[in-house]
């Protein structure tokens, strides 16, 4: 049972991620041509490759980078204790959130993630292998049994093996009573907000956000009560 487990020894996190180019014209004409093969069958008749690769550039982790990456850990105040890792250079981000797994702190730690298993765990996983790194072992799952890979969903836990089933954090949030993550922006404006906008700081405020909401929806699937942010 999810109550048994360590509450301390949880990481939550959250990514945000975005399109590679700013826009499909500065996309090379080779790698056009490859997201116009991997998408032809995802892409609706109406849609051209330009098209939707504005609007799903940034969902894979073969054309797309993490600007963001947001962790959260329960400190024993019962307070959940934030760090973000953002920036333009995803090497540099990916090798300071990499960093911390040398902590024995996080030795034997727990990722939980909303929907990780599908995107956060292997977006973060591949992105490492792309930058000519090893993904930390957390995230490392070749050869290993199910029960051994440390990895929490609670889209997974809501779940209970309806496998149709898709909710989103913003619904469970509310459906427990929940602050909501979506008071500023959503997912769907992310890539705008970082290229054309240039804020940044914004996207990391909205991203530490939903690890907030995470781990009360976490929480909550525990009966337990919320927790309070410590900055």
Request: aromatic share 12%; glycine share 6%.
């Given at each position: 049972?999810?109550?048994?487990?360590?509450?301390?020894k949880?990481l939550?996190?959250?990514?945000e991620?975005?399109?590679?180019?700013p826009?499909?014209?500065?996309?090379?004409?080779?790698?056009?041509?490859?997201?116009?093969?991997?998408?032809?069958?995802?892409?609706?008749?109406?849609?051209?490759?330009s098209?939707?690769?504005?609007?799903?550039?940034?969902i894979?982790?073969e054309?797309?980078?993490?600007?963001?990456?947001?962790?959260?850990?329960v400190?024993?105040?019962?307070?959940?204790?934030?760090?973000?890792?953002?920036g333009?250079?995803?090497?540099?981000?990916?090798?300071?959130?990499?960093?911390?797994?040398?902590?024995?702190?996080?030795?034997?730690?727990i990722?939980?993630?909303?929907?990780?298993?599908?995107?956060?765990?292997?977006?973060?996983?591949?992105?490492?292998?792309?930058?000519?790194?090893?993904?930390p072992?957390?995230?490392?799952?070749?050869?290993?049994?199910?029960?051994?890979?440390?990895?929490?969903?609670?889209?997974?836990?809501?779940?209970?093996?309806?496998?149709?089933?898709?909710?989103?954090l913003?619904?469970?949030?509310?459906?427990?009573?929940?602050?909501?993550?979506?008071?500023?922006?959503?997912?769907?404006?992310?890539?705008?907000?970082?290229?054309?906008?240039?804020?940044l700081?914004?996207?990391?405020?909205?991203?530490?956000?939903?690890?907030?909401t995470?781990?009360?929806?976490?929480?909550?699937?525990?009966?337990?009560?919320?927790?309070?942010?410590?900055?």
């Amino acid at each position: 049972m999810i109550k048994n487990i360590p509450i301390e020894k949880i990481l939550f996190l959250d990514i945000e991620t975005v399109p590679n180019h700013p826009t499909w014209e500065t996309v090379s004409e080779s790698e056009q041509k490859l997201w116009d093969k991997k998408t032809k069958h995802q892409r609706k008749e109406d849609f051209t490759a330009s098209e939707y690769y504005v609007e799903r550039g940034g969902i894979m982790a073969e054309f797309g980078r993490i600007i963001c990456i947001s962790v959260g850990m329960v400190e024993k105040n019962e307070t959940l204790k934030i760090k973000s890792f953002s920036g333009d250079d995803e090497l540099k981000l990916l090798q300071e959130f990499g960093e911390i797994f040398n902590s024995p702190k996080l030795r034997d730690v727990i990722l939980c993630a909303h929907n990780g298993k599908e995107f956060d765990f292997p977006w973060i996983a591949r992105r490492f292998l792309i930058n000519g790194m090893q993904p930390p072992l957390p995230f490392q799952m070749f050869g290993k049994k199910p029960w051994e890979i440390p990895h929490l969903d609670t889209m997974e836990l809501w779940k209970f093996g309806d496998y149709k089933s898709f909710v989103s954090l913003e619904l469970l949030a509310h459906l427990f009573g929940v602050p909501t993550p979506k008071d500023d922006i959503d997912g769907s404006m992310v890539a705008s907000i970082y290229h054309i906008e240039k804020d940044l700081p914004r996207i990391v405020n909205y991203c530490e956000k939903d690890v907030l909401t995470l781990a009360n929806v976490f929480r909550k699937m525990r009966q337990e009560d919320i927790l309070k942010r410590f900055e």
